[in-house]
């Protein structure tokens, strides 16, 4: 079962819905729609970038399980959820008040706020609103990949008129990509944490789910992910702090 603690009347609401988040966050790591195969056998010699930008390339024209898609769609109702609620925080509506001062081109929807605004802006605020409340989905090792990669997949669908299959596949991709380099961090305990790591592995993710739903070949792909993981980064010091939210949205 994607949630087996729907039937779970013995917890709290908030601890439900808790585990309920864990739960979905957790099938979708372990339904990776990436081989483990294929990552452990990838040519060395093409450069590690690049050759998991071929994985993902490839992995991404595959049609996703059953039980992966169920987990992906609980995945965003969840995110979309707690980024409403969001929307009464502080931070977020400060956010939104400067995309709406900004102007351009309105064709991507901030969340539960009435307007609409450029895919940068809107993917910045929403993800800022997903995770303000600190209530989107987590799984070990420890990390949100919902608020950076959410936004930037539903801005973009909805510029270039992609359909819900395509928002499905890339948010998956962008969701497991950043999995994937918690795992190889190491750091799987949440008091080892060095830093906050939306703002780091959550860049690489929405760039990879944004070149996803783009329709990006491998070498742009590479480039994508390269101007990214330049630009990671967020001190786990600002936990806390109206600044937390703000790596999730800068990421996305």
């Not at 040519?43 to 996703?64: D, F, K, N, S, Y």
């Not at 930037?152 to 497991?176: H, K, P, W």
């Not at 999995?179 to 060095?194: F, H, K, N």
């Amino acid at each position: 079962m994607i949630l087996p603690l729907y039937g779970n009347s013995g917890c709290s609401a908030l601890a439900w819905r808790r585990e309920c988040v864990h739960s979905v966050g957790t099938k979708i790591q372990g339904e990776a729609h990436m081989s483990n195969e294929s990552i452990q056998t990838a040519p060395a010699r093409q450069g590690l970038t690049r050759a998991i930008c071929e994985i993902i390339h490839a992995e991404h024209q595959r049609a996703l399980s059953p039980e992966l898609t169920a987990a992906a769609r609980q995945a965003i109702l969840d995110g979309l959820a707690v980024g409403v609620a969001g929307t009464t925080e502080r931070a977020p509506q400060i956010a939104a008040e400067h995309a709406q001062s900004q102007g351009g081109h309105p064709v991507s929807t901030v969340l539960a706020l009435g307007f609409k605004t450029s895919p940068v802006l809107a993917a910045a605020v929403n993800g800022m609103a997903i995770h303000v409340l600190d209530f989107e989905a987590m799984w070990s090792p420890p990390t949100h990949t919902t608020s950076p990669t959410l936004p930037v997949v539903l801005a973009l669908a909805e510029s270039q008129n992609r359909t819900g299959a395509d928002i499905l596949r890339a948010f998956v991709a962008g969701c497991e990509i950043q999995g994937r380099l918690r795992l190889a961090s190491g750091q799987y305990e949440l008091e080892g944490v060095t830093f906050h790591p939306p703002g780091v592995v959550g860049v690489v993710g929405a760039a990879v789910a944004a070149s996803c739903i783009m329709g990006a070949g491998v070498e742009q792909l590479r480039h994508a992910i390269g101007l990214a993981a330049s630009r990671a980064g967020s001190l786990i010091g600002n936990v806390g702090s109206m600044a937390k939210c703000t790596h999730c949205g800068t990421a996305a």
